[in-house]
């Protein structure tokens, strides 16, 4: 069985991940967890279910260099902003670190979090976030 | 309503004390800022206590029997990085009330060992999937905000941490009491980038210790040392896009130095000296411009040309920070506190800044929140 490894990721019926979003009905403000009323605009149970797309854009990052006992390094810790408005963050992969840049495109893809397993023997679906140094070229022309 | 002063201040050496537990830390620098205001416990009326990695055991109380059950109200704190400050907050309301002539305000912390932060989970562990969750790695992300932004460079956040050893190593409480060389910082371990070993807060044990009292006390005690809190605010993060997946130290921050300067009626140009909340060298950067020391973008330049540092325009940590005096998390807030005091009473020793009146100490709490005091010369 595969479980999801946090909970912004859902498992559809035919075994399909998808990244769960709510948004409030009435500022459309995104976040990744169903709240009472909406963080923002305060209106109360406004916060609705969506799909979240898997393109975005990177806000911030850091090259992680050492990290709690047993962690792989280095690797790159990610900020990204998904175009439909979601915040999210894990690692980044396919870019140099002196290329990486506010705004640089990326997409969102599904892993099996490094092969992890539960106590059980149950793997995990996790996802990273991929530069895309093309497409980037083709915004820029 | 009436005035509140600080009428006893002091703090242990931050260090690591392996032998001792934080009751006794915090019972100590109790202990020292009431022999500071010229009093004994019996003369405390309520106690707040803030620590973080003991909430939930009645620090307080523990301290109590430590120094003398007195029976007194005791109210436990716990509020991250802030509890600290937090305690003093609660210290300054309860004097403000009217109901409480002295209160006491303590910060204690014996830190675990090794990186903060992170932390684990029932499923699975998210460090090295979804990015960091450790502390530098956190601040690291928020640092690099600023550098994209405005092109603040790995240079110019070392030379915070050089300026802040060099301050460290004047004071004799401070953990590190040598200076590092630009080189140095540079060259220390890379953690997360754009943040070395050196420009990270420094893991400590301490505790420290306010006591806080009405206008008729004072004027009892006598008001030839006296500290006024001029300004107290707290404020927790407002909404903000990206947070908390980015940590936002900054709206915060400026929530709560607003509240404060209007409290106190002055603004940051009427600063003489302020303590903030370097817990790595990138959060002191963005803290320049959130307290209002320097307008947004300006805050590299003011590193660049000295204005931070003993002696400049607007000295900044001359405690040394928590680079260098070191960061016991709960006792950090009450800690900075103490630095301000022993200036405007003139009493800092070789770290003095000169004719000072009027200073700001900040904190900020993961999670999150931000305190800011502003403390006058009576």
Same mark, same amino acid.
């Given at each position: 069985?595969?479980?999801?490894?946090?909970?912004?990721?859902?498992?559809?019926?035919?075994?399909?991940?998808?990244?769960?979003?709510?948004?409030?009905?009435?500022?459309?403000?995104? *976040?990744?967890?169903? =709240?009472?009323?909406?963080?923002?605009?305060?209106?109360? $149970?406004? %916060?609705?279910?969506?799909? *979240?797309?898997? =393109?975005?854009?990177?806000?911030?990052?850091?090259?992680?260099?050492?990290?709690?006992? $047993?962690?792989?390094?280095?690797?790159?810790?990610?900020?990204?902003?998904?175009?439909?408005?979601?915040?999210?963050?894990?690692?980044?992969?396919?870019?140099?670190?002196?290329?990486?840049?506010? *705004? %640089?495109?990326? =997409?969102?893809?599904?892993?099996?979090? $490094?092969? *992890?397993?539960?106590?059980?023997?149950?793997?995990?679906?996790?996802?990273?976030?991929?530069?895309?140094?093309?497409?980037?070229?083709?915004?820029?022309? | 309503?009436?005035?509140?002063?600080?009428?006893?201040?002091?703090?242990?050496?931050?260090?690591?004390?392996?032998?001792?537990?934080? &009751?006794?830390?915090?019972?100590?620098?109790?202990?020292?800022?009431?022999?500071?205001?010229?009093? #004994?416990?019996?003369?405390?009326?309520?106690?707040?206590?803030?620590? @973080?990695?003991?909430?939930?055991?009645?620090?307080?109380?523990?301290?109590?029997?430590?120094?003398?059950?007195?029976?007194?109200?005791?109210?436990?704190?716990?509020?991250?990085?802030? @509890?600290?400050?937090?305690?003093?907050?609660?210290?300054?309301?309860?004097?403000?009330?009217?109901?409480?002539? /002295?209160?006491?305000?303590?910060?204690?912390?014996?830190?675990?060992?090794?990186?903060?932060?992170?932390?684990?989970?029932?499923?699975?562990?998210?460090?090295?999937?979804? #990015?960091?969750?450790?502390?530098?790695? /956190?601040?690291?992300?928020? #640092?690099?905000? !600023?550098?994209?932004?405005?092109?603040?460079?790995?240079?110019?956040?070392?030379?915070?941490? +050089?300026?802040?050893?060099? !301050?460290? @190593?004047?004071?004799?409480?401070?953990?590190?009491?040598?200076?590092?060389?630009?080189?140095?910082?540079?060259?220390?371990?890379?953690?997360?980038?754009?943040?070395?070993?050196?420009?990270?807060?420094?893991?400590?044990?301490?505790?420290?210790?306010?006591?806080? +009292?009405?206008?008729?006390?004072?004027?009892?005690?006598?008001?030839?040392?006296?500290?006024?809190?001029?300004?107290?605010?707290?404020?927790?993060?407002?909404?903000?896009?990206?947070?908390?997946?980015?940590?936002?130290?900054?709206?915060?921050?400026?929530?709560?130095?607003?509240?404060?300067?209007?409290?106190?009626?002055?603004?940051?140009?009427?600063?003489?000296?302020?303590?903030?909340?370097?817990?790595?060298?990138?959060?002191?950067?963005?803290?320049?411009?959130?307290?209002?020391?320097?307008?947004?973008?300006?805050?590299?330049?003011?590193?660049?040309?000295?204005? +931070?540092?003993?002696?400049?325009?607007?000295?900044?940590?001359? @405690?040394?920070?928590?680079? &260098?005096?070191?960061?016991?998390?709960?006792?950090?807030?009450?800690?900075?506190?103490?630095?301000?005091?022993?200036?405007?009473?003139?009493?800092? #020793?070789?770290?003095?800044?000169?004719?000072?009146? +009027?200073?700001?100490?900040? /904190?900020?709490?993961?999670?999150?929140?931000?305190? /800011?005091?502003?403390?006058?010369?009576?």
């Amino acid at each position: 069985m595969q479980k999801p490894g946090n909970s912004t990721i859902c498992i559809s019926d035919a075994g399909e991940p998808w990244i769960r979003g709510f948004r409030c009905k009435k500022c459309s403000t995104a *976040a990744d967890k169903h =709240t009472l009323a909406c963080r923002r605009c305060f209106a109360r $149970g406004s %916060m609705e279910e969506y799909r *979240a797309g898997n =393109t975005g854009k990177l806000v911030t990052w850091s090259i992680v260099h050492r990290s709690y006992p $047993g962690i792989e390094v280095p690797f790159v810790s990610a900020i990204v902003d998904l175009d439909d408005g979601l915040t999210l963050k894990a690692n980044l992969t396919g870019c140099d670190a002196e290329d990486l840049h506010e *705004a %640089m495109p990326v =997409t969102l893809e599904f892993d099996d979090a $490094g092969g *992890a397993k539960d106590k059980e023997g149950n793997s995990f679906v996790a996802y990273h976030f991929v530069a895309q140094p093309i497409a980037e070229k083709e915004l820029s022309q | 309503m009436s005035e509140v002063y600080i009428i006893g201040a002091d703090m242990i050496a931050f260090g690591r004390y392996p032998d001792r537990n934080p &009751a006794q830390l915090g019972g100590e620098a109790a202990l020292m800022a009431l022999d500071d205001a010229g009093l #004994g416990i019996k003369d405390v009326d309520i106690l707040y206590t803030g620590s @973080s990695f003991t909430a939930g055991a009645s620090m307080s109380q523990q301290i109590m029997r430590e120094i003398g059950q007195t029976g007194i109200p005791c109210v436990n704190v716990s509020n991250a990085c802030a @509890s600290g400050a937090t305690a003093v907050r609660e210290a300054f309301t309860a004097i403000k009330s009217g109901m409480y002539d /002295v209160a006491m305000a303590i910060g204690t912390e014996m830190n675990p060992r090794g990186m903060l932060g992170g932390g684990g989970s029932d499923g699975l562990t998210p460090e090295g999937i979804f #990015g960091s969750g450790s502390m530098p790695a /956190v601040f690291a992300e928020c #640092g690099v905000v !600023h550098a994209q932004k405005y092109g603040t460079t790995l240079e110019q956040f070392a030379k915070i941490a +050089v300026k802040n050893r060099k !301050h460290g @190593s004047l004071n004799p409480k401070a953990k590190f009491q040598t200076e590092a060389s630009l080189e140095e910082v540079l060259a220390s371990e890379m953690i997360a980038y754009p943040l070395t070993k050196l420009m990270c807060s420094a893991n400590v044990d301490g505790a420290a210790a306010l006591v806080v +009292v009405s206008e008729k006390k004072a004027k009892e005690l006598g008001m030839d040392r006296a500290v006024r809190i001029a300004g107290s605010a707290l404020a927790s993060d407002p909404w903000e896009a990206h947070n908390p997946e980015l940590f936002d130290p900054n709206s915060v921050t400026r929530l709560a130095a607003k509240t404060a300067f209007d409290m106190a009626g002055i603004g940051p140009q009427d600063l003489d000296l302020v303590e903030l909340h370097d817990c790595f060298a990138t959060a002191e950067m963005l803290h320049y411009e959130n307290l209002g020391l320097c307008g947004d973008g300006d805050a590299a330049r003011m590193i660049d040309d000295g204005e +931070v540092v003993l002696g400049g325009r607007i000295p900044v940590n001359v @405690s040394g920070g928590l680079i &260098a005096k070191g960061h016991p998390i709960g006792a950090t807030g009450v800690a900075n506190m103490v630095e301000i005091v022993e200036h405007l009473r003139g009493e800092a #020793g070789n770290r003095q800044v000169e004719g000072a009146r +009027v200073g700001l100490s900040h /904190v900020l709490g993961f999670g999150t929140s931000a305190a /800011v005091h502003i403390l006058q010369k009576a």
